[in-house]
């Protein structure tokens, strides 16, 4: 799987948090539980300050490798922290990312992405990893999604 070595700026991203691992596909029920919740709830929608259009799939908080806990947030990029009884706020710290071009299905392929990179042979930070959805299609079967994996200096 191909990708390229970016330097970001740091990003404030604020939604949904939930606490999670990726141990007997419980990742994929919470994950899928708090995207819902960030939509149907009508919770993306009252967030104030967002930078753009795009969404933010943040993996944070890692008390370990991919193999253990960490906290996930469904959310958008903000110009400023918010904290409400609905919504938190998290930072992207500035640093190197490796960043992955997804293009496709916006659970199948980035699924599938993730095993791929879980397999790979990165020097992962693992203090922040995410996904940007660029949501320029109203096809949600050909989406393009930007994964960024934080990697140690």
Not at 41 to 46: E, F, L, P, T, W
Not at 63 to 79: L, N
Not at 96 to 118: L, P, R, T
Request: hydrophobic letters at 30%; glycine letters at 8%.
């Amino acid at each position: 799987m191909k990708y390229e070595i970016v330097e970001l700026e740091e990003k404030v991203v604020t939604g949904i948090k939930i606490k999670t691992t990726n141990q007997d596909g419980k990742a994929m029920q919470d994950i899928g539980m708090t995207w819902q919740k960030l939509f149907a709830g009508g919770i993306y929608d009252k967030i104030p300050n967002k930078v753009n259009s795009k969404t933010i799939g943040l993996y944070t908080e890692y008390e370990g490798d991919y193999t253990k806990p960490y906290k996930f947030i469904a959310g958008t990029e903000v110009s400023q922290k918010v904290k409400s009884e609905e919504i938190e706020s998290s930072i992207i710290p500035k640093g190197k990312y490796a960043k992955f071009v997804i293009i496709g299905d916006v659970q199948n392929s980035v699924g599938q992405a993730w095993q791929e990179i879980w397999n790979m042979n990165l020097k992962r930070k693992y203090s922040c990893d995410f996904e940007e959805y660029q949501n320029n299609s109203e096809d949600m079967q050909n989406q393009e999604i930007h994964i960024y994996i934080a990697l140690e200096d």
